[in-house]
T-cell receptor, first 109, second 113 residues
C-alpha cells in the first residue's frame, strides 16, 4: 500500500485540452513534489510545495498544496504533445521520500 | 557535474544469481535512496539512508540488502535473484532538510530469467 494515491492512472487527451492530476494521502507531509519522467530516464523535479494552500505556476502548469498538507493537484492548461510523459507526486515524511503510482499522460496532436 | 551515477545500465540474471547495483553521487547529499519501478506502480522505496552509516527499510525491502559505503556511495545487493525482481531500479540522492529535491540516476534495467 502506497502512502500517496494518484489519480487518474492514465490520461489520454487531445492537444489544447485542460487536465488535472490529483495526489491524495491520509498522512501529513512536510512537502510535496511533482516530478516528470521521460522513457528511459530518471524523474526530474518540476516543483516543490511546502505551505498549506500554496499555489505555484510553471508556465501552463499550476500546482496546489492542500490546506492540511495531505494532498496536491497538478493542472495543465492547453496541453501540448510535449507534455506527454509520466507525472509522479512525491512526499517527504520522517526522512523518507515516497511516491504515488504515477499518471501516464498522452497528448495527441 | 555527473550528479547521480548508476551502474550497470542493463543486466540479465538467472534465477538464484547474485549481483550488486552501484550508485554514487557527487553533490555531497546526506540522503540516498533505492527505488524500483514497475508498470503501473510508480516508484516504490526499497531502502534509504539518511546519513552515512545508517540505513532503513522502505516499502518493499524483502530480497534486498544495502550498504552505505561512504557519503558518496550506496549499493543495492540481490543475494538470490528471483523473476519477481525484474524491474527498473533507480538510485536517488537529496539533502535531509525539507523541502528535499531528489536527483535520480538513469536507472538499471534488470531482467531475471
Amino acid at each position: 500500500t502506497q502512502l500517496l494515491e494518484q489519480s487518474p492512472q492514465f490520461l489520454s487527451i487531445q492537444e489544447g485540452e485542460n487536465l488535472t492530476v490529483y495526489c491524495n494521502s491520509s498522512s501529513v507531509f512536510s512537502s510535496l513534489q511533482w516530478y516528470r519522467q521521460e522513457p528511459g530516464e530518471g524523474p526530474v523535479l518540476l516543483v516543490t510545495v511546502v505551505t498549506g494552500g500554496e499555489v505555484k505556476k510553471l508556465k501552463r502548469l499550476t500546482f496546489q498544496f492542500g490546506d492540511a498538507r495531505k494532498d496536491s493537484s497538478l493542472h495543465i492548461t492547453a496541453a501540448q504533445p510535449g507534455d506527454t510523459g509520466l507525472y509522479l507526486c512525491g512526499g517527504t515524511s520522517y526522512g523518507k521520500l515516497t511516491f504515488g503510482q504515477g499518471t501516464i499522460l498522452t497528448v495527441h496532436p | 557535474n555527473a550528479g547521480v551515477t548508476q551502474t550497470p545500465k542493463f543486466q540479465v540474471l538467472k534465477t538464484g544469481q547474485s549481483m550488486t547495483l552501484q550508485c554514487a553521487q557527487d553533490m555531497n547529499h546526506n540522503s540516498m535512496y533505492w527505488y524500483r519501478q514497475d508498470p503501473g506502480m510508480g516508484l516504490r522505496l526499497i531502502y534509504y539512508s539518511a546519513s552515512e552509516g545508517t540505513t532503513d527499510k522502505g516499502e518493499v525491502p524483502n530480497g534486498y540488502n544495502v550498504s552505505r559505503l561512504n557519503k558518496r556511495e550506496f549499493s543495492l545487493r540481490l543475494e538470490s535473484a528471483a523473476p519477481s525482481q525484474t524491474s527498473v531500479y533507480f538510485c536517488a540522492s537529496s539533502e535531509v532538510q525539507s523541502p528535499t529535491e531528489a536527483f535520480f540516476g538513469q536507472g538499471t534495467r534488470l531482467t531475471v530469467v
